[in-house]
């Protein structure tokens, strides 16, 4: 177990759809790290909060946003939702300094009918 | 921009064995990190090694070591003993810094045969 919990597991919905995913970071992890794991592309880096603020931005597409809430846990929007953002979404927790690592949740995996 | 890169999209290895995965990777940087996640059919992913790149003596875990080769770029990853465990989708992943974002190679997909 990591200590990083992520909410829902699984998601089924519908194109146009909106839906949020939930992670909660490790115990006194400040970093918050979205990631999208589709299953041709691999990884993909999406965003990065540190305390609240929003401190790098990847391949995020304008329909997706995201943030870090005053306890540390982050959502992660996903609006008019298409085929292709079909994916298991992981969310990675740090604190800085440590061993560099990031823990990972178990990721909620979407799919979109 | 930093790379990385996994040129073994699979690789097979016997019970008992030893394999070598292979990981290059792009960057400017002096001082950084690298990893190995290995990533099983649960899809969680499990930090299997961590390297400092100032560190020049490569890491060990159990059954598990690196090669690193820091003026190379190289960053393989030995696995010793095979396990049917063992099998699973591995990633190289590089972080620039304590406070950076992992970047991820494209993964190879290992299997262990009985």
């Known amino acids: 177990d990591s200590g990083v919990t992520q909410t829902p597991k699984h998601l089924i919905t519908a194109t146009g759809q909106r839906v949020t995913l939930r992670c909660s970071p490790r115990?006194?992890?400040?970093?918050v790290y979205w990631y999208q794991q589709s299953l041709d592309q691999g990884l993909q880096f999406l965003i990065q909060?540190?305390?609240?603020?929003?401190?790098a931005k990847g391949n995020i597409l304008e329909r997706f946003s995201a943030q870090q809430f005053p306890d540390l846990h982050s959502e992660l929007n996903l609006s008019s939702l298409e085929l292709g953002d079909s994916a298991l979404y992981f969310c990675a927790s740090t604190t800085a300094p440590g061993t560099g690592e990031l823990f990972f949740g178990e990721g909620s995996r979407l799919t979109v009918l | 921009a930093q790379t990385v890169t996994q040129s073994q999209p699979e690789m097979s290895v016997q019970e008992a064995e030893t394999v070598t995965l292979s990981c290059t990777y792009d960057?400017?940087?002096?001082?950084?990190?690298l990893f190995w996640y290995k990533q099983p059919p649960s899809r969680q992913m499990i930090l299997v090694i961590r390297q400092e790149a100032y560190k020049q003596q490569n890491a060990t875990e159990n059954r598990f070591s690196v090669n690193f080769q820091k003026a190379a770029k190289s960053f393989s990853l030995k696995i010793s003993d095979s396990q049917l465990g063992d099998a699973a989708m591995y990633f190289c992943a590089y972080r620039r810094s304590n406070t950076g974002k992992l970047i991820f190679g494209q993964g190879t997909t290992l299997q262990v045969k009985p």
């Open positions: 909060y540190y305390n609240g603020e929003e401190r």
């Open positions: 960057t400017s940087e002096s001082d950084y990190y």
């Open positions: 115990s006194g992890d400040l970093s």
